[in-house]
Each structure stands twice: as structure tokens, then as C-alpha cells.
């Protein structure tokens, strides 16, 4: 195998999607401990605390650079390079958090089971479902009285559209959670019974990779055993690794990551079955004539590099405005001091201090293969959605933009700044930190966030980088649809009738903003041929 395809068949990029306090840092910690990235329990979890202790942004802004090194988590495990891409959720959660699922292979979905399926999972699976983003389901605190079992199963089914496969069983639960029953090697796994059952505190097994005991059950827990498995083999599904790669099946593990109890299974049964790098599809120049573009999937192995960006991260430097557009490697490699073609501005750039980012720090790339994760800092020429590569001219399509769910009119305190006003606006909403519409009937300035907490950091980077005082009003509007139809006179009819209600975002493209869910329903049914769209690709006015 060639050096970039061995390289590029090693990496696994993954996201972890859950509910805020499933236990995703929790996880994240015990996966990074069995990983070697970290040496000691509680470094992230010390992070989180300071991140989300005040929605501050001033103290946001601070720990930016911490949010920033455990945005890409890298570490090595078995015989692959794993990079763990973190989604925001708390009072960060925002479209980024979205988009980072844009820029991974697959997923690891973490369910509380004293909860079953919660908002901000039926959200990012949705998001997950856009690309049959393959996931494997860890069920968590297993060491707490929660919903049974199979009610789990059934909850994540029905609302999540997706075939439960479980590769363990739960024996017990709560205060009488006996261990589980690995239905691979037919074998039982002890919970030591000295470990805090629903304390929620730190224990369970060393991190050195060692696998919980064998176990000897008490009757009327192997009578249930014996039930369950038996219902499981004639009604459950068998595994199929085709559809779990085609995002149809998920594997289920059951365990409690704050005692590390069922971590290890997880882990390596991840990076046994989760997909290396996936081909993309691109909008590629043709080979023979560079000014005509054909859609094509683009593989990881290809020698060319490219890549495209699915985040960026502002404020690195204060003092100079730096900002840092993460890039997943899509195709060939990347090298310190490379020429990097930047195919929206027509510019080359030479890339000398990209940076890739460990789970403790951040350090100077050498080079980087399909799969990873590097910043390049700019100073605001790139955006979300840009592609590069080495010289072929293309545009990777799929990073999108999602229908924001809040809204606020924006006031300037100071009219003599209007300019400033809509410079920094547009350059916000470039960068992806908010979405921003200018209504047709009017001149205002309406801001949409997936979360509350964008509103308060673009007020605080407006007066900081852009020298304006900007306050909001409520706005009554109850969502954002983007408006496609094939049709002209059609579009024109819808254009004219609901004129009053119809914006255009920072790229020009039409939306309407329904100021009530009835009105959006009306409008649906009296316009057929018209297209209500709650995503929309970056780059496109469709
Ligand atoms: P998140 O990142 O998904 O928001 O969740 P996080 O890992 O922070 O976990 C949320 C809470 O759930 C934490 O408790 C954590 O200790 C607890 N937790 C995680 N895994 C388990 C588990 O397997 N069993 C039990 N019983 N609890 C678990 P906290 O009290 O909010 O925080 P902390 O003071 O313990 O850090």
C-alpha cells in the first residue's frame, strides 16, 4: 500500500453526538485516557467547568484558546490515528456544533438512560441522517436506575429512524447493576460491586486497557439474562456491517462512562468498525476544459491534495484579529510551506503554520493526510465552505447552512456607524458566527442563531473588532425557509404575495421568515412547486 493510502486507511474522524450531561466529556476523558492523550482524569472535565461556568463572553472569549485545542481531539489507539471532533452543546451549541458533523466519518451516539432520546440528539441526527453518517450508540450510567432496557431500544428506533443492534446487554441496573453480557464472545462482564452505584463519582477500571472480570450471576438475574437473550436472538436484528456503514444499523453497548465500565468495548469496537476517510463529492473543473465543472466523488487516496472548511474560530490573537479555519484533509497530503490553491479568490496562499491540534495543545503540522484536521490562521479570507487544493480548480459541496431558530432585529446605538454596522455583519455572517437577513421591505438588520449565546458573542465582537454599540430588539418571527422553486413565475407569484415577509441572507439567497407557524403552513399549501427549505448549501443560492 502506498505510504498516502496506508496513512489515509489509519485515520478514524468522529464526533461524539448526545444531550447536554449524557456524559459526553465524560466519555471523551476515559477514550482519551485509553488513547494516551491524557494522563490524568478530570483535565477535561476541569476545562468544561471554567468554559461554562458564566455565558460571559469576556471569560468565553478567554478560554478560547482552550476551546479551541479540545475543538480536535487526536490520539493514537491500536493501529489508527483517531481524531475526535468536539460538537459544542450547553449554552455554546450553535450551527458549528452541526457542522462539525459535516467534517466526520461517523459518530459515537451517547444516550443517559434514566433519559432515552433528548432534543439536541433527535437534532444532530437529523443532521447525521443528511450524509447516513454511520453510528455506534453507547448507552450511559448504567450505575442509576433508568428506563429498561428494550424501552431504550424502542425509544431510539422510533424517534431516531434508525435499527438498534446490541453488542452487550445490561444485567440489573441501578443499585443492583450487575455488569453486561458481551454478545460477541458470549461472556459476562462484572460492575465491582465497591464501585459508586449512582454516585456519579470517579472509578471503575484502569485505563490500561484491562477488560472488567468474567461474572457469576445470581438466579434471578440469569433467569432474566437467559429471557432477554433469548427475545433478542428471534426479534432483534443481526449485525450488518454494510448497514451499519450505510447508517441504517447502529451497534448498541450499554456501560457507565464515569466508571469506565464498558469504555474499553466501545472503544476498540469502534475503531474496528467504524469507516476510514469517505470519497466527497466535488464540483470539479473538467480535464478538458478548466471553465466547465462536473459533480464527482473525490477519494482519499487521490495524490492531489484538497480539502475544504467547516469551521471557523475567531479571536485567536485579539490583537490582531486572527482567526482560525479548520480544514479537513479530503484527499492526498498536506505539508508544512505547501502552496495551497484557494479556488473562490482565485489566490494561492502558502500554508507554513497551519496548526494541528492534540488533546492538550497545539502544535505546528509537518504534514497532515486525509481524515485530519488543521487550522490555517488568516485574517479573515477564508470562509466556511471554502475548498482548496494543490492545482485543480474545485468546490466541494455539503457544508451547509441550518435554518436558524431564534431571531433578534439589530439596533445601532449610534447611527454614525452604520457602515461599520453592516461590514461587520456581513463578515460575521460570512465567517458563520450568525446568520443574517436583510428583510426585501425594509433596511433592517435581522440576526438567526441555532443558539442564544451567538447573539451576546456578535454584540461583543461587533463593538470589539468593528468599533460598534449594537443592541437587539425581539423580532416576530418563527422560523427561517429558504426558498427554491424551479418554476420563475411561480417564484415570482410567491415573491410578490409574500413580499412583506421575505429577506435575503449575507449570500443573497431568498428566505422567508414566517412571523407564525400557521402562516408557514398556509404558505406551504397554497404555493405548491414551491420549495421551503430549512438547509441550504454554502456557496449556492438554492
Ligand atoms: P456532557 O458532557 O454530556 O454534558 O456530560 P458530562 O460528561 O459532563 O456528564 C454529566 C454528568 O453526568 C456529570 O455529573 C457526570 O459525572 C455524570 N455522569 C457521566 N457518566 C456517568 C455515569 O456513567 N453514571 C453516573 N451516575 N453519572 C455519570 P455532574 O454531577 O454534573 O458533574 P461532576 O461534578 O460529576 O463533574
Redesign the pocket.
Known sequence: MSDLKDNAARRRTFAII???????????EKLLLFGGAIQMAGTI?AR??SRYATSDWMTLERERGISVTTSVMRFPYLEREVNLLDTP??QDFSEDTYRVLTAVDSALL?IDSTKGVEEQTRKLMEVCRMRDTPIITFI?????AGLQPLDLLADIEANLRIHCVPLTWPVGMGSDFQGVYDLRARELRAFPAER?H????EGGFPADGARAPALSLPEHHAGRLREDLELLETAGNAFSLEQYLRGIQTPVFF?????N?GVKELLDTFVSLAPGPRPRTALCASAENREEFVERLVYPWEEEFSGVVFKIQANMDRAHHDRMAFLRVCSGRFHRGMKLRHPRTGKDMTVHNAAIFMAQERSGVEEAFPGDIIGIPNHGAIRIGDSFTEKTPLRFIGIPSFAPEHFRRVRLNNPLKSKQLNKGLFQLAEEGAVQLFRPLANNDYILGAIGLLQFEVIAARLSDEYGVDAAYEPVQIHCARWIFSADKTRLEDFRNYYYNDLALDAEGALAYLPPNPWKLESAVERCPGVEFRNIREIGSRA
Open positions: 448526545s444531550h447536554p450531561d449524557a456524559g459526553k466529556t465524560t466519555l471523551t472535565k468544561k467547568a452543546g450547553h451517547v450511559n450510567k448504567l450505575d442509576r459508586g449512582g454516585d456519579g463519582k456501560g457507565s462512562a464515569v466508571n465500565f
